[in-house]
């Protein structure tokens, strides 16, 4: 059964036997699926969206919340291809002009911000459709969990971090102990689908034919707070 945000804030309660620090506990789930996102991109935070650019256009807006960008794709009826994606210094070192630059379809993009910046600028009508990762929310009561197995992470991390808010450290640290634990089952599990869905895909050849590409993941090992806590 996945967790609705009412189930996490119920669970802190029986944790911390407390029922007036519900402000505190929705502000922690909040910050715990963040945490939880920079300490390993689970597969479902991965999301497609389709964007729409016209004639002149420079820029699209990221859609709100993309903390990653892997993949985007130009749809021009019933043919596709990817967009290049480089660092800006890349891109302006060797076309300091976009705007001023041949109109066309975009070929190359970098992301600064919340934008997706085009080269080179767009001449016509088009889908680019982005393939992002995007940190969990929920932002009501009846919100569920999207991302299997993590409810246990959600719970400890929030007691830990509620406990913590009211100076009760020892017990805190069990429940950072706890999170941790927690945390590493799910990651392996995720892990564990990524590679049945890797295997499936490179055991079907038409994977290639339509264009499928590697999606880009972060390792923990990579990631700049992996090892710290943010209580």
């Known amino acids: 059964m996945a967790f609705s945000k009412i189930n996490i804030r119920t669970a802190v309660q029986d944790n911390i036997g407390r029922t007036d620090k519900d402000s505190v506990i929705d502000n922690s789930i909040t910050l715990a699926l963040e945490a939880i996102g920079r300490r390993h991109r ?32 130009i749809i021009d009826g019933t043919s596709s291809y990817p967009i290049l994606l480089k660092t800006k210094k890349w891109i302006t070192d060797r076309w300091p002009n976009i ?17 997706l910046y085009l ?5 016509d009508s088009y889908t680019v459709r982005l393939t992002v990762t995007k940190y969990p929310t929920l932002a009501s009561d009846s919100d569920t969990l999207s991302i ?5 992470c959600v719970i400890n991390w929030c007691t830990a971090y509620v406990l913590r808010s009211y100076e009760k450290f020892q017990e805190a640290v069990q429940w950072e102990r706890r999170f941790e634990t927690a945390l590493k089952f799910a990651m392996k599990d995720d892990r564990a689908r990524d590679a049945v869905d890797f295997r499936a895909e490179d055991s079907n050849p038409v994977a290639d034919r339509v264009g499928y590409g590697n999606v880009q993941s972060s390792e923990p090992w990579l990631d700049p707070f992996h090892g710290t806590n943010n209580w």
């Open 119 to 123: 080269q080179p600028q767009c001449d």
């Open 42 to 73: 689970f597969r479902v935070m991965r999301t497609e969206s389709d964007l729409s650019i016209v004639a002149d256009d420079l820029l699209i807006a990221l859609p709100s919340g993309t903390v990653d960008v892997h993949e985007a794709r």
């Open 148 to 152: 299997p197995g993590v409810d246990e």
């Open 99 to 115: 705007d001023g630059d041949s109109k066309g379809k975009p070929v190359r993009a970098y992301v600064e911000g919340s934008n």
